[in-house]
């Protein structure tokens, strides 16, 4: 199983950026996605942002615009970069790696264990 590891969470003003990375400790298999997930106190765990394995890019309505998901390949890493942060961003950032398509929960095959994002007013 492919292990993921966030960094790059903070505290932020509203209207900062803010970029988080994910390293996996290998290549995931042949035609796996790697994506975003989010989690706010209180809510569930939505997806937010994901890349297939050749490079298509979806988001979800309330972070398209804003957020932007790329990845290195040669580095095993992918990493969100995120504009004009909003309160409702705040939450813990998951990395997760699945089969094909990362925004649905049951292609995912591997979690990270996190990284806090703050949004301050």
């Known amino acids: 199983q492919v292990q993921l590891v966030e960094s790059g969470g903070g505290s932020v003003p509203v209207g900062g950026s803010l970029t988080l990375s994910c390293v996996a400790s290998?290549?995931?298999?042949?035609?796996?996605?790697m994506g975003w997930w989010r989690q706010a106190p209180g809510k569930e765990r939505e997806g937010i942002a994901e890349?297939?394995?050749?490079?298509?890019?979806n988001y979800a309505g309330s972070v398209e615009g804003r957020f932007s998901i790329f990845k290195d390949d040669a580095k095993n890493a992918v990493f969100l970069k995120m504009d004009s942060l909003e309160p409702d961003d705040a939450g813990t950032y998951y990395c997760a790696s699945g089969d094909e398509r990362c925004l649905r929960p049951r292609a995912i095959r591997s979690w990270g264990e996190g990284t806090q994002v703050t949004v301050s007013s």
């Open positions: 290998r290549q995931p298999p042949y035609g796996s996605c």
């Open positions: 890349i297939t394995y050749d490079g298509h890019r």
